[in-house]
């Protein structure tokens, strides 16, 4: 199936510092993408400029195939695109219903109390989001993901600092969407959840990045057991 | 630009009120001190008065971290500026509306 949405030979530098030379992201309809790598090396600067949220230096962004001379997120979110950003993405002024309803109206999207059920928040959904865990507000941004329906969700790393029964939920949720035809692109670091979840795999290192296939794949691969998985793609291998 | 819909304009346009009693409060009292009617502005200071509110708008999204949900609702910063200073202008309108009368 062809992409829905293309960061092609994307570079960027910071203050003459190259973080990314020629790395290239790719969202898939019904594919649950995962991008791998270690900190610092430019996973969350492709995820922004793919979706607009930061300029690149060089590189072709095109979404529904068209190429897009400056992206920027509040056009392609329009369009079908949702960014979750790995900071907090609800504002902090209003509750967690009013910005999922939000969402609704503006989208004309799921019911509100219907995501709120599916992702377990039910019972926080009256509170604004900085009276929520860490793992109620991320399970709260999937909620968010629900109602709007996107074509395409970029988020970067939703599993930071939640529970294994929160992780399962949020990957179930991911791999439902991708089921029903959305284009799910991830990064994280918490690689056996995140190959569950996978069905491909990429790995950003040194400024570029690669495109390692299955999971299955990815972990045969040599230099990405060696110098990301470390000893628990040794153990996998064994 | 795409004006959203009342749902999502109306607690910017609220903030954007806010700001502009707050600012135009703290304008009065000075022009006060200074000896000066606050009531009858010239267009740049009116001008700075409705870029403050803007200025001080965008610090509040900023402080709330709303720019990455505003943004997926398809909200751009021009259109969240022109949310934040239409409560100005039309607070700023009925207030020279109303010196006029008085």
Same mark, same amino acid.
């Given at each position: 199936m062809r992409p829905v949405l293309v960061a092609d030979s994307v570079g960027k530098s910071f203050g003459g510092q190259r973080v990314l030379s020629s790395a290239t992201l790719r969202a898939v309809p019904g594919q649950v993408r995962v991008l791998f790598g270690t900190n610092g090396v430019g996973k969350s600067t492709l995820l922004k400029i793919a979706c607009g949220a930061m300029s690149a230096d060089s590189g072709v962004i095109q979404f529904r195939n068209r190429v897009l001379q400056s992206p920027r997120l509040h056009k392609l979110a329009a369009e079908g695109l949702f960014y979750l950003p790995?900071?907090?993405?609800?504002?902090?002024?209003?509750?967690v219903r009013h910005q999922l309803e939000m969402i609704r109206c503006r989208f004309d999207g799921r019911d509100v109390d219907e995501a709120a059920q599916r992702l377990g928040i039910v019972d926080h959904i009256?509170? !604004?989001?900085?009276?929520?865990s860490g793992g109620e507000r991320r399970r709260a941004e999937l909620a968010a993901v629900v109602v709007r329906r996107p074509i395409c969700l970029l988020a970067d790393?939703?599993? !930071?600092?939640?529970?294994p029964l929160d992780a399962e939920v949020m990957t179930s949720t991911l791999v439902e969407l991708a089921r029903s035809g959305v284009a799910v692109v991830i990064t994280g670091h918490e690689v056996p959840t995140l190959l569950d979840a996978a069905d491909h795999v990429s790995w950003c290192t040194s400024g570029t990045t690669y495109e390692l296939g299955s999971p299955y794949a990815a972990q045969q691969h040599h230099a990405f057991r060696r110098d990301y998985l470390g000893m628990w793609g040794k153990a996998k291998a064994v | 630009m795409r004006f959203p819909r009342l749902m999502i304009a109306r607690p910017y346009m609220l903030r954007g009120f806010r700001l502009w009693i707050l600012t135009r409060g703290l304008l009065v009292i000075i022009l006060a001190l200074a000896e000066t009617?606050?009531?009858?502005?010239?267009v740049t200071v009116t001008l700075a008065l409705l870029s403050l509110v803007i200025v001080v708008g965008f610090i509040d999204t900023y402080r709330h971290h709303e720019r990455a949900f505003l943004s997926n609702l398809g909200v751009s910063s021009i259109t969240l500026a022109t949310l934040y200073v239409i409560p100005a202008v039309a607070g700023e309108a009925t207030l020279q509306v109303l010196v006029a009368v008085a």
């Open positions: 790995d900071h907090d993405l609800f504002s902090r002024a209003f509750t009256d509170k !604004r989001p900085h009276q929520l790393e939703p599993y !930071r600092g939640i529970p | 009617d606050p009531f009858k502005l010239g």
